[in-house]
């Protein structure tokens, strides 16, 4: 069955609020489900909407999958304490990066955290918990990339024919497919979610690893996590929908303390969008460039070349894996 929008504009959150809270409850009935936050504006709306059907029915959980950037895991779960939401933190650093060792293809790293995730991840999970519900943040934007090929998102499975109760052993619940991020994020301020968090930018499922070209290690995620502390400092203010760091795989001559050496590119994205589906590159001042180049390379050791994208989407895409 095709999903119908349900455009920002015309968006009833008091009515959308009212009819997922019942139909996840009547969903789950006297059971439990799970919930995984990222820290990102869907998963955090979704996260409510289970808190307000299920009450403590609903257990959530930060997946540290050491792919998140510095400080997410306590910030997160410091953010929901206060809405009276208990989160609890999962070590699983070593599944994912086992999982990704030696892979570069794009859409088999993709496929790595997918299986990771579901079945490695939360089929444990599932089974300790006795949940049988997984509530996720999956929005229309995530399935039309998919179904069209642009690229694998993570939460997909049922529109590819994936049956996730035969394939993991649960049931998959999206309350959010009928919305792009835009009106997620009318809907997160409308559930009483702080403003850092509806105004959030968005963040990929696959997290940093879709910002490594190339071998995703725990010490390339490192590097890519400095630069992208950086890169978020200083474009905060910028006003755009989405800035990132990545680094590629290929080594660029530079010179380091008077020598010559092999070191590594960091590419820097800043762009301009509405829902994601199109975006163009926001024109930063040459100063502001100047600035992120200088505090990137003498900041972060072996970085000696920093780049700027100023291709739109399409033909490229807003993230590089």
């Known amino acids: 069955m095709k999903t119908v929008e349900i455009p920002a504009a015309e968006l009833n959150t ?18 439990c489900a799970i919930t995984a936050l990222s820290g990102g504006v869907d998963s955090a709306a979704v996260t409510v909407l289970g808190h307000k059907a299920l009450g403590k029915r609903l257990k959530a959980y930060f997946i540290e999958n050491g792919l998140m950037r510095r400080d997410e895991a306590q910030t997160v779960a410091a953010i929901f304490r206060k809405l009276g939401i208990h989160v609890e933190v999962l070590d699983a650093k070593e599944t994912f990066f086992s999982a990704l060792a030696g892979l570069r293809d794009p859409e088999e790293k993709r496929e790595a955290i997918t299986q990771s995730f579901y079945h490695k991840v939360f089929g444990p999970l599932v089974q300790q918990s006795g949940a049988r519900f997984l509530l996720q943040g ?14 694998r998102q993570h939460n997909v499975l049922e529109q ?4 996730p109760r035969k394939t993991f052993g649960y049931t998959v619940i999206e309350p959010l497919i009928e919305l792009r991020k835009d009106g997620v994020r009318k809907l997160a301020k409308a559930l009483g979610l702080p403003e850092p968090v509806y105004r959030r930018m968005p963040f990929p499922g696959p997290a940093l690893a879709a910002r490594v070209v190339g071998e995703v290690t725990p010490e390339r995620v490192e590097l890519v996590r400095a630069a992208t502390a950086i890169v978020e400092k200083e474009l905060r203010g910028t006003k755009t929908f989405q800035y990132m760091a990545i680094l590629h795989e290929d080594r660029f001559p ?22 994601a589906r199109t975006a163009t590159p926001a024109w930063l001042a040459p100063r502001v460039l100047e600035r992120l180049a200088r505090k ?11 780049t700027y994208n100023i291709a739109s989407k399409p033909p490229s895409t807003m993230e590089a894996v």
């Open 296 to 306: 990137i390379t003498t900041g972060i050791p072996g970085v000696v070349s920093v």
């Open 138 to 151: 999956t929005i229309l934007t995530d399935i039309e990339e998919t179904v069209a090929g642009i690229k």
């Open 254 to 275: 530079g010179m380091i303390q008077g020598r010559r050496e092999y070191g590594m590119q960091i590419e820097i994205r800043c762009w301009r969008s509405r829902d």
């Open 14 to 31: 008091r009515q959308f609020i009212q009819d997922k809270v019942r139909q996840i409850a009547e969903t789950v009935g006297d059971g």
């Open 160 to 163: 590819l024919g994936i049956d």
